[in-house]
């Protein structure tokens, strides 16, 4: 039994809504940096230099970007409002190394949102490479696992960024879709299906969960806010919330659902794919784009070892009144902003 009744649910934001063929030119998704904006990104980095030693005291007041913030305004309005995904490049890694790429990209970060913890650690400035985590380890989260493949999913905060400073061997090509589309179309053609997913599903908290508090958290794929839609969805942690017994057990109803979901997000005709090259960046809406990766290899006695620089970040596009309750600034995992570290 859903909480909301079928006919009450409607494709939202349709704007916002595109297929693979609508975003073929890349062109029109990735913000170029010229060599006067990569003149002014170093000068931005020596100046935040100048003001402190710790990059995560970098405010973008400390990073500034007189002709480039404007254009990142942009991008940013575009993720919330637009087609959700976009990319900026190029950085010169080799010239920079990766400090000081890292330092610009977390600066670059700073005029898109504000820094949103990724973990119980605090992590603000994380990293994405293999950390020794199996895939089938039930405290692993995705941005430890090496090699391995990443299905579709969300994370924890308005927009996820990635650095590339290295592309390893060979794969981990980076694939968003369009969920936002998945869910208007589910909502067209079988709405009972859709409400299902908007009651609360059981997430595994992958062992990061508040001192003595539950090992899973409650949230629906589907939230409606107004006219906006926010999704949030891991299949593979909602399936892993089924290890604990005190779990809600899933129904086949919520299965069947989530099954049909799944056919809309992985339909080829729904997916753009791009290999990140270093010194790229790619941003993502994760209320409206799911992102995943594909299999990769690394080499690591000849030092090729993919490794991605990653920004959970809350954006001013969105102000509290577009917003539902738990996706507020200070929501349910607040014990995870205890600390504020790099990774």
């Excluded at 003149?39 to 003001?51: G, I, M, P, T, Y």
């Excluded at 989260?141 to 969300?154: C, D, K, M, Q, V």
Aim: one cysteine or more.
């Amino acid at each position: 039994m859903t909480t909301i009744e079928s006919s009450t649910v409607e494709p939202l934001e349709p704007d916002a809504e595109w297929r693979a063929a609508d975003v073929a030119d890349a062109s029109a998704w990735t913000l170029h940096l010229s060599d006067d904006h990569l003149d002014e990104l170093d000068a931005a980095l020596a100046h935040a230099r100048s003001v402190t030693d710790d990059v995560l005291d970098v405010t973008a007041a400390d990073f500034p970007l007189p002709t480039l913030a404007p254009l990142l305004h942009e991008f940013a309005d575009g993720l919330i409002n637009g087609r959700g995904f976009g990319r900026i490049g190029t950085l010169d890694i080799d010239r920079l190394g990766a400090e000081d790429a890292s330092w610009i990209y977390w600066g670059v970060g700073m005029h898109v949102g504000d820094p949103w913890p990724q973990n119980a650690k605090g992590h603000l400035l994380g990293d994405v490479r293999d950390q020794g985590k199996a895939p089938d380890d039930p405290t692993a989260r995705g941005n430890e696992i090496g090699g391995a493949p990443l299905t579709f999913h969300s994370d924890g905060s308005d927009l996820v960024g990635l650095l590339c400073l290295d592309a390893g061997v060979s794969g981990g090509e980076s694939l968003v879709a369009n969920a936002l589309w998945a869910h208007n179309e589910l909502a067209r053609t079988r709405p009972d299906l859709a409400a299902v997913l908007y009651d609360p599903l059981p997430y595994d908290f992958r062992g990061e969960q508040r001192e003595g508090g539950k090992p899973y958290y409650l949230v629906p794929t589907f939230t409606r806010h107004g006219d906006r839609l926010f999704i949030r969805y891991i299949r593979p942690f909602i399936d892993a919330s089924q290890r604990h017994a005190e779990a809600p057990r899933l129904t086949e109803l919520q299965r069947e659902a989530m099954d049909a979901y799944d056919e809309l997000i992985t339909d080829p005709a729904n997916r753009v794919e791009m290999l990140l090259q270093p010194g790229e960046m790619q941003f993502v809406n994760n209320y409206h784009v799911l992102h995943g990766r594909r299999r990769y290899t690394d080499d690591p006695g000849h030092g090729r070892v993919r490794w991605l620089k990653r920004l959970w970040l809350a954006t001013d596009v969105l102000g509290p009144d577009d917003r539902p309750a738990r996706y507020q600034r200070i929501g349910a995992m607040t014990h995870w902003g205890a600390k504020r570290t790099r990774a």
